[in-house]
């Protein structure tokens, strides 16, 4: 009887954890928002792709968002998206609400791009001591701080990705900092709108940020995204031309 009863409350427990989800999902976008509609950035198209992947392998459907990246970490923290999409826990070390991290999904790759045609300023943190450079706000600061700090770099925000390269092409910045497929689409744009690609400052592993409500479904997560790890397909889905 006794083992009959434990069968029973186990049964109970499973479909909780067994019965598919769906959970609110913040994918960036580096302008206004919320978008109405399907953003084409690079990265929005890989995690839409990364998330369908897991979604298959996990049982949890996830509902996309766009926002911007600051507009997600604030919808997070008051539970109105269940899961951050292309975080790092450092760049979260402050947050009042801690989150559950998956495995990485991928990496992110920042580099600097500098003025067309103006030699190689700009093509390394050593050829920018006493200048500005651009960032876009969400992008991870802390990963760049310390090495901004031993060049002499100083750097300025700017809201959405045409902004700052506004001000790269006005002369007001020597060089902006942009992740990789980002300047990779740059140059399939006519001249006149790209920038010059130039060393990479850092790279960063990225991960899912569940909502501590949730946390019950990291294990499952985590198993899809090991499989698709071992399998290739995340690693495809990264390394897939976005232009």
């Given at each position: ?24 999902a913040?994918?960036v ?14 990265m ?24 911007p990246?600051?507009?997600?970490q604030?919808l ?12 790092n ?19 992110l ?7 067309i ?19 876009l ?19 300025e ?8 390269l ?14 990789r ?9 006519p ?6 690609p ?7 592993p990225?991960m ?6 949730f ?25 897939k031309?976005r232009?």
């Open positions: 009887m006794r083992s009959f009863l434990l069968l029973c409350c186990c049964l109970w427990l499973l479909p909780a954890q067994a019965a598919d989800i769906t959970l609110r913040g994918v976008v580096d302008n206004a928002g919320p978008y109405n509609f399907t953003p084409d950035s690079p929005a198209g890989i995690y839409r792709e990364a998330l369908e992947q897991i979604g298959k392998l996990s049982g949890v459907r996830f509902d996309i968002e766009y926002y990246a600051l507009r997600i604030q997070f923290e008051v539970a109105r998206l269940d899961v951050e999409v292309g975080v826990p450092a760049w979260r070390s402050l947050s009042p609400v801690g989150g559950f991290y998956t495995l990485p999904i991928g990496t790759d920042y580099q600097l791009c500098g003025r045609n103006n030699g190689r300023s700009g093509r390394s943190l050593d050829e920018l001591h006493g200048q500005t450079i651009g960032l706000q969400g992008q991870p600061l802390s990963a760049f701080e310390t090495e901004f700090a031993r060049h002499g770099v100083h750097y925000m700017s809201q959405s990705e045409n902004e700052v506004s001000k790269l092409r006005l002369g007001r910045l020597q060089a902006v900092v942009l992740e497929r980002q300047i990779e689409r740059l140059m399939l744009a001249e006149e709108l790209r920038c010059e130039g060393g990479l400052i850092s790279s960063q990225v899912l940020r569940l909502h501590p409500q946390r019950q479904w990291l294990p499952a997560l985590n198993r899809a995204i090991s499989q698709l790890q071992a399998n290739g397909k995340l690693k495809a889905i990264f390394q031309s232009g």
